[in-house]
């Protein structure tokens, strides 16, 4: 079973940049789709972005288009998600999450192991 442990989080200003990191053990990191999923305050859990298994195919939510970046890197088991131009209603917890096998799905529900969150807060 896939363990998953975020870092990376912080407070920053409106406009700055910000990498996250999910590192990974316990599976075959090359075999599960992974994703990051934020929680803002009073809202509940949303897809930010996902990448396939092999890193060519990635997805994002609309807000974060042309912002953030998703990477993996399959020799050191980790996934990152470099954050642009950041602004206020980012602030959230973010999640890495993993789903094992090849179909790219991006429902909180598809995944179905998750780390436990770093705090990532904008302020303006």
């Known amino acids: 079973q896939i363990q998953l442990a975020e870092s990376g989080g912080g407070l920053v200003q409106a406009g700055d940049s910000l990498r996250l990191s999910c590192t990974t053990s316990?599976?075959?990191?090359?075999?599960?789709?992974m994703g990051w999923f934020r929680r803002a305050p009073g809202k509940q859990r949303e897809f930010v972005s996902a990448i396939n298994r092999d890193g060519v195919g990635t997805e994002y939510e609309d807000s974060v288009k042309g912002r953030f970046t998703i990477a993996r890197d399959n020799v050191e088991n980790t996934v990152y998600l470099q954050m642009n131009s950041l602004k206020p209603e980012d602030t959230a917890v973010y999640y890495c999450a993993a789903r094992f096998g090849s179909q790219m799905l991006t429902g909180t529900n598809n995944f179905y192991y998750w780390g436990q969150g770093t705090q990532v807060t904008v302020s303006s």
């Open positions: 316990g599976s075959n990191f090359s075999l599960y789709i």
